[in-house]
Nanobody, 132 residues
Framework: VQLVESGGGAVQPGGSLRLSCAAS????????MSWLRQAPGKGLEWVAS????????YYADSVKGRFTISRDNTKNMVYLQMDSLKPEDTALYYC??????????????????????????WGQGTQVTVSS
């Protein structure tokens, strides 16, 4: 199983970035996908999730109205469009999912979908820095 994130970078406040995640090694359409982030000195935080068929989508309050999660099941790709970026969005962003029979000791903070298992597998991350 591989999740490979890309698209991070440095941007000024108010700017935009689009993150991409290439997934392989599992039945992509059968899994909800999420984006998580970890700011310097803080724990892992849930950002957004999308169901296997692309709907519905869910967002943390801190990003609602500014970020958009989407997926292309023909390409096994997940995206996170980030607009109106703020300095507090600075973090390492991870593409994530939940894999049966895989365990993680890392807790996903403020998990927004309590009716399903939280993500337990993620990639290496892509850095987003928002600064003037």
């Amino acid at each position: 199983v591989q999740l490979v994130e890309s698209g991070g970078g440095a941007v000024q406040p108010g700017g935009s970035l689009r993150l991409s995640c290439a997934a392989s090694g599992f039945t992509f359409t059968a899994h909800y996908m999420s984006w998580l982030r970890q700011a310097p000195g803080k724990g892992l935080e849930w950002v957004a999730s999308i169901y296997g068929d692309g709907s519905p989508t869910y967002y943390a309050d801190s990003v609602k109205g500014r970020f958009t999660i989407s997926r292309d099941n023909t390409k096994n790709m997940v995206y996170l469009q980030m607009d109106s970026l703020k300095p507090e969005d600075t973090a390492l962003y991870y593409c994530a999912t939940n894999l049966p029979f895989h365990s993680s000791t890392t807790t996903v903070g403020d998990w927004g979908l309590p009716w399903v298992e939280a993500p337990n597998y993620w990639g290496q991350g892509t850095q987003v820095t928002v600064s003037s």
